[in-house]
């Protein structure tokens, strides 16, 4: 029988120093190693140059280090690239880079595939394979992290969870790759940089709550109206509205932190004036701003942005009463990088 090894970047600095005390070496060879899975990204155990040939083959029989490989970088015409991704076992995910003159921002996915089912969104069309590790995550970040600096002349300075997959249905990874991204010993990033995206999942919000988490939270929300929204994202069914306005009241009462809530308007669908002013309403639970997303049409054309008059009607109204709302332009759309075209297409 071969026994399997082991991923090494599954064990905490912990773990790994016990792992050299039990070998009857220093504990110290652990934060060695775990600054050269991290911090210096290493592919191989090769390369961990000041350790010795003996502990490096010695890890080399107990360990792998399971890493991804971009199998493929597609530029857009406006600066966004769009990374295919691929797992050790050999599964593809996406990973975008987003320049703008003020930020340069990585968006992540968070699983392969997704198990949610938002008609309006490419990635749903793909069956959720398995949430990712912690690691693969990270790898992401640390990959788009050096595209910018290669191809924009500088690091990223933020990143939100919006590629593939439902974040909060993946949490203890997310928040693993979170920890690494801020800690000393990754990126050293500040969570106010990071932006974790989800359909709402209260129990998962309070959860976050209970937590403490230090980065921002945005919820796709797309109508305050339990039916339409079920409708466009059927999920709500199980979670509807009352139970996410619990949840992120208690977010709330906890972090005192402000929600974002991101909203696409479309034709025939949420274009009314009943629709403003039922989230209109839901803005009043919690201290909220609303990102308007455009529309990223993806194949079968049957979601259309809605007009100009009525995204205007959506400003007009939630400026009178007092909410902040930005519209969002799209970026990356030549090359199906855009928000909800994330598909493995190519
Ligand atoms: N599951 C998470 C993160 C992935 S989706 C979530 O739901 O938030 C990231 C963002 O893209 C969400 O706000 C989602 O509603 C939006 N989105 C999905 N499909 C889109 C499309 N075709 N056009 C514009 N935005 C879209």
């Given at each position: 029988?071969?026994?399997?090894?082991?991923?090494i970047?599954?064990l905490?600095k912990e773990?790994?120093?016990?792992?050299?005390?039990?070998?009857?070496?220093?504990?110290?060879?652990?934060?060695?190693v775990?600054?050269?899975?991290?911090?210096?990204g290493?592919?191989?155990?090769?390369?961990?140059?000041?350790?010795?040939?003996q502990?490096?083959e010695?890890?080399?029989?107990?360990?792998?280090?399971n890493?991804?490989?971009?199998?493929?970088?597609?530029?857009?015409?406006?600066g966004?690239i769009?990374n295919?991704?691929?797992?050790?076992?050999?599964l593809?995910?996406e990973?975008v880079?987003?320049?703008?003159?003020k930020r340069?921002t990585?968006?992540?996915s968070?699983?392969v595939?997704?198990s949610?089912d938002?008609?309006?969104?490419?990635?749903?069309r793909?069956?959720?394979?398995?949430?990712?590790?912690?690691?693969?995550?990270?790898?992401?970040?640390i990959?788009?992290?050096?595209?910018?600096r290669?191809?924009?002349?500088?690091?990223?300075s933020?990143?939100v969870?919006?590629g593939?997959?439902?974040?909060?249905?993946?949490?203890?990874?997310?928040?693993?790759?979170?920890?690494?991204?801020t800690?000393?010993?990754?990126?050293?990033?500040?969570?106010?940089?990071?932006?974790v995206s989800?359909?709402?999942?209260?129990?998962?919000?309070?959860?976050?709550?209970?937590?403490?988490?230090?980065?921002?939270?945005?919820?796709?929300?797309?109508?305050?109206?339990d039916e339409?929204?079920?409708?466009?994202?059927?999920?709500?069914?199980t979670?509807?509205?009352?139970?996410?306005?619990?949840?992120?009241?208690y977010?709330?009462?906890?972090?005192?932190?402000?929600?974002?809530y991101?909203?696409v308007?479309?034709e025939?669908?949420?274009?009314?004036?009943?629709?403003?002013?039922?989230?209109?309403?839901f803005?009043?639970y919690?201290?909220?701003?609303?990102?308007?997303?455009?529309y990223?049409?993806?194949?079968?054309?049957?979601?259309?942005q809605?007009?100009?008059q009525?995204?205007?009607n959506?400003i007009?109204?939630?400026?009178?009463?007092?909410i902040?709302i930005?519209?969002?332009?799209?970026?990356?759309?030549?090359?199906?990088?855009?928000?909800g075209?994330?598909?493995?297409?190519?």
């Open positions: 029988m071969t026994t399997k090894k082991k991923d970047r599954a905490t773990q790994l120093r016990d792992f050299f005390v039990a070998q009857g070496d220093k504990a110290f060879r652990g934060n060695q775990y600054e050269w899975l991290w911090s210096k290493a592919h191989s155990f090769d390369g961990m140059t000041n350790l010795s040939k502990t490096r010695q890890l080399e029989t107990h360990f792998v280090i890493h991804i490989r971009v199998d493929q970088m597609q530029r857009s015409s406006d966004t769009k295919a991704v691929r797992l050790h076992d050999g593809v995910v990973s880079l987003i320049p703008t003159p340069t990585a968006c992540v968070s699983q595939g997704c949610l938002c008609k309006f969104c490419a990635t749903s793909l069956k959720r394979m398995r949430n990712l590790n912690a690691d693969e995550i990270y790898d992401q970040v990959a788009i992290d050096n595209e910018s290669l191809y924009h002349n500088h690091p990223l933020n990143i969870f919006m593939m997959g439902e974040p909060l249905m993946n949490y203890n990874n997310v928040i693993k790759a979170i920890d690494m991204i800690s000393k010993d990754g990126l050293a990033m500040s969570p106010k940089r990071i932006t989800t359909s709402g999942v209260p129990k998962m919000i309070k959860k976050m709550a209970d937590d403490q988490v230090r980065f921002n939270l945005a919820i796709s929300l797309h109508s305050a109206i339409v929204r079920t409708h466009i994202m059927p999920f709500n069914k979670f509807p509205l009352k139970d996410l306005k619990e949840s992120l009241e977010w709330y009462s906890k972090t005192e932190r402000m929600i974002t991101e909203y308007v479309w025939g669908i949420n274009d009314q004036q009943k629709d403003i002013d039922a989230l209109a309403k803005c009043s919690v201290p909220c701003k609303v990102n308007l997303i455009e990223n049409p993806i194949d079968d054309g049957e979601f259309q809605a007009s100009t009525a995204i205007d959506y007009n109204t939630l400026e009178k009463r007092g902040v930005n519209v969002r332009r799209s970026r990356g759309k030549d090359i199906d990088a855009a928000c075209q994330l598909a493995n297409k190519s």
